[in-house]
């Protein structure tokens, strides 16, 4: 029979364009949040995390936010490459949830060059 | 430093068969994970290991059994395939609540 899956919220840019995905988180205990980027047929990779106390963190050509006021965590991606066309996970960490992660649905980061 | 390595990264099982997927780690990380990936979904936790001996239900248990077999192992077995598990598993591990996961590469199974 047929399979069903949802659809992941896209995003689609030119390449050397700048990238904005954006996540909203629920859980107000939530102390640590992180960025994964899944690139087809691999798992999950880390690109930057960001704990409570902060605001901004940078990397390398990439940005998170977080907004702890209206729960909203987001990740810039500066000079967008057709290598960071992937599906792009935000997680969050608790002291509720011991020691998992709550991970986010997904964008699909499209790069069109 | 492999990181987290699981095996195989391939199984076609029949309905009814039995297999276990394995999962290993060298990072000498406390605990380990369970993950299931469905197209187009997001990542479901079947069963965790918060650390060595101990063993929790995920999201989605139903069907699994795991072990872990000591701190670097942790194995997820399927007792009797059924086609809706079909999917693609990740296992991770971590080293404490300060840090994010890390993921092998995967293990994709078709049970049909």
């Known amino acids: 029979g047929e399979s069903v899956g949802l659809h992941l919220p896209t995003l689609s840019v030119q390449e050397g364009d700048n990238s904005i995905i954006n996540c909203a988180y629920s859980n107000s205990a939530s102390d640590y949040f992180i960025w994964y980027k899944q690139e087809s047929g691999k798992g999950p990779q880390f690109i930057i995390d960001i704990r409570s106390n902060m605001d901004k963190r940078q990397g390398q050509r990439v940005t998170v936010l977080l907004n702890k006021t209206v729960k909203h965590l987001s990740l810039q991606i500066a000079a967008t490459q057709p290598g960071d066309s992937a599906v792009y996970f935000c997680?969050?960490?608790?002291?509720?949830?011991?020691?998992?992660?709550?991970f986010g649905e997904g964008t699909q980061l499209t790069v069109n060059p | 430093n492999a990181g987290v390595t699981q095996t195989p990264k391939f199984q076609v099982l029949k309905t009814g068969q039995s297999m276990t997927l394995q999962c290993a780690q060298d990072?000498?990380?406390?605990?380990m994970y369970w993950y299931r990936q469905d197209p187009g979904m997001g990542l479901r936790l079947i069963y965790y290991?918060?650390?060595?001996?101990?063993?929790d239900k995920g999201e989605v248990p139903n069907g699994y059994n795991v072990s872990r077999l000591n701190k670097r192992e942790f194995s997820l077995r399927l007792e009797s395939a059924a086609p809706s598990q079909t999917s693609v598993y990740f296992c991770a591990s971590r080293t404490d609540s300060n840090y994010g996961y890390t993921f092998g590469s995967g293990t994709r199974l078709t049970v049909v």
């Open positions: 997680a969050e960490n608790s002291k509720t949830s011991g020691s998992r992660l709550t």
């Open positions: 290991s918060a650390s060595e001996g101990t063993t």
């Open positions: 990072m000498n990380h406390n605990s």
